[in-house]
């Protein structure tokens, strides 16, 4: 009969929650490279006021050169589309609410990174939804897979909206990780 491994997640960190005045971006530095994989949870809200929801990305190690590339399912209020891109200088990976959306509305979004330390390149996958949950109600969801052309292991993890605007006070990250043991 075969093994069954058991798998264990820890929290890395402390859970960063975003203070009044809000935060440009959401940083995970010093990641250990003793775990197996990574997962990264977020309950967050853009700061940007325009339009109803804003798109969510990220970039590894600090990373802005053209070493990323997504491909997903899109599905929204207005309809499905599938969303591709390659050499792109981040990962756009999900979705927020932004001010305009209802008072206390945030995105939630989960992101799988395995084998984030080889030596091999870095694929993930991300599942992300937001709604406006107001008046000319909008939603969105994005399943998303990315890779990050890159040999060496993640170290940080930067999580930043896609106008710029940063996020609002109370959106929420935690990164775990995982070993199998």
């Known amino acids: 009969s075969g093994s069954i491994m058991a ?3 820890v929290k890395i960190g ?4 975003v ?16 775990y197996t994989d990574l997962q990264l949870l977020l309950s967050v809200r853009t700061a940007t006021a325009t339009y109803q929801i804003d798109q969510i990305k990220l ?3 600090a990373n802005s050169s053209s070493a990323y590339a997504y491909k997903g399912a899109l599905a929204s209020s207005a309809g499905a589309t599938a969303d ?7 990962w756009w990976f999900g979705f927020a609410p932004r001010p305009q959306a209802t008072a206390n509305a945030f995105g939630n979004t989960s992101i799988y990174i395995p084998n984030y ?3 091999n390149y870095k694929p993930s996958l991300s599942e992300s939804i937001a ?8 939603w969105y969801l994005k399943l998303s897979y990315g890779n990050f052309a890159a040999t060496v292991a993640i170290n940080q993890i930067t999580i930043y909206s896609g106008d ?9 990250a935690t990164l775990y990780g995982i070993k199998n043991s």
């Open 7 to 9: 798998t264990t997640f």
């Open 14 to 17: 402390n859970t960063v929650t």
């Open 19 to 34: 203070g009044s005045g809000g935060t440009n971006s959401i940083d995970f530095t010093s990641i250990p490279s003793t």
């Open 59 to 61: 970039r590894f190690n």
């Open 84 to 90: 591709n891109s390659a050499g792109t200088d981040y």
């Open 117 to 119: 330390a080889s030596s």
């Open 131 to 138: 709604a406006s949950n107001g008046s000319g109600d909008y």
């Open 164 to 172: 710029a605007g940063g996020f609002s006070q109370y959106s929420t």
